[in-house]
């Protein structure tokens, strides 16, 4: 049982800035990649940044060069630095990870349960 823990949302001013943190537990052998989708009301969910074994980083293009991924192998956590925050930033974020079991084999796809980011102008 792996479980995939968010923390950090909230409500903030366009130009702001908020840290967002997902940390997994439970039955860990490895994580292949950690990452943050999100959803705005009416639309798909998108992928955000993620960050896969080995430290390669992926963003969407919205959001390269104000958003940042990183990693804590050690603690087996993901924070996403938000910064020049846009009302267009908006939705439930979902931390995502790719975890294999303590008994090896494949890994299987995780999901938080999403925290709410909601920006004004």
């Known amino acids: 049982q792996v479980q995939l823990v968010e923390s950090g949302g909230g409500l903030v001013q366009a130009g702001g800035s908020l840290t967002l943190s997902c940390a997994a537990s439970?039955?860990?052998?490895?994580?292949?990649?950690m990452g943050w989708y999100r959803q705005a009301p009416g639309k798909q969910r998108e992928l955000v940044a993620r960050?896969?074994?080995?430290?390669?980083?992926n963003y969407a293009d919205s959001v390269k060069g104000r958003f940042t991924i990183s990693r804590d192998n050690a603690k087996n956590t993901v924070l996403l630095q938000m910064n020049n925050l846009k009302p267009e930033d908006t939705g439930v974020y979902y931390c995502?990870?790719?975890?294999?079991?303590?008994?090896?084999?494949?890994?299987?796809?995780?999901w938080g349960q999403g925290t709410q980011v909601t920006v004004s102008s």
């Open positions: 995502h990870a790719e975890i294999s079991p303590v008994s090896g084999g494949y890994f299987y796809s995780y």
């Open positions: 439970g039955s860990i052998g490895s994580i292949n990649s």
């Open positions: 960050i896969i074994s080995g430290g390669r980083t």
